[in-house]
């Protein structure tokens, strides 16, 4: 069972805006950045968001990332059919020294 | 360009210890600020941090797999390898190796994955 506790599903229609928490603890929350990363069936993760709210270079502006206290939240607007995916956040926990990643999200757009 | 592989057997007996090798090119791992950690993901489940080892030879591992697992590297091959103990049904899954980055605190370049089979 995953640390960092993310709701498993997530839905909403194509153009619309969809929002997946990610809650943590005050030992990796608390001092640490999180990450968030988009996995299609069959695929490897790809980093989307990392440092709380930064995008690498050629992720939309669309993917956004927020984290207050011990929750983070990975918000997606302007939603496509190309979004439908599992999205993990991930972060490092201080107290066990150690990296932890949340239970995944699977995004169906209806 | 940044590019990791993995490497090591499809199929392993219980009891029998794996070893899984991380194969990279585009920076070196005895730059600053670098890693190469180890993630899996048992089929239909969820990614499992399991270890990372610095630029300096500083290494992490999970703590509930921390007795089973052993992380190394070769800088001058360009590899990382992972050792686990006593494999048991339960941790057939991919294994992912990535890049991380200290600063950015997060994996941003990621290895195809290798799937491995427990099974007598």
């Known amino acids: 069972q995953s640390v960092l506790t993310q709701p498993p599903s997530v839905s909403a229609a194509p153009g619309q805006k969809v929002t997946i928490s990610c809650s943590g603890s005050s030992s990796n929350f608390g001092d640490n950045f999180v990450s968030w990363y988009q996995q299609f069936p069959g695929t490897a993760p790809k980093l989307l968001i990392y440092?709380?709210?930064k995008r690498p270079s050629g992720i939309p502006d669309r993917f956004s990332g927020s984290k207050s206290g011990t929750s983070a939240t990975l918000d997606i607007t302007g939603l496509q059919t190309g979004d439908e995916a599992d999205y993990y956040c991930?972060?490092?926990?201080?107290?066990?020294?150690?990296?932890?990643f949340g239970g995944g999200t699977k995004l169906t757009v209806l | 360009q940044v590019t990791l592989k993995e490497s090591g057997p499809t199929l392993v007996k219980p009891t029998q210890t794996l070893t899984l090798t991380c194969t990279f090119s585009?920076?070196?791992?005895?730059?600053?600020?670098?890693?190469v950690g180890w993630i899996r993901q048992p089929p239909g489940k969820a990614l499992e941090w399991l270890a990372l080892i610095y630029w300096d030879d500083d290494k992490r591992y999970s703590p509930s797999l921390k007795s089973r697992l052993t992380i190394t590297k070769d800088t001058s091959e360009n590899q990382v390898v992972l050792t686990m103990t006593n494999m048991d049904p339960v941790d057939t899954a991919t294994y992912y190796c990535a890049h991380f980055d200290w600063l950015l605190e997060a994996f941003d370049i990621w290895g195809q994955g290798t799937m491995v089979t427990v099974s007598s």
């Open positions: 440092d709380n709210n």
């Open positions: 991930g972060t490092w926990d201080s107290s066990l020294s150690a990296g932890e």
């Open positions: 585009g920076f070196s791992l005895s730059t600053s600020g670098v890693a």
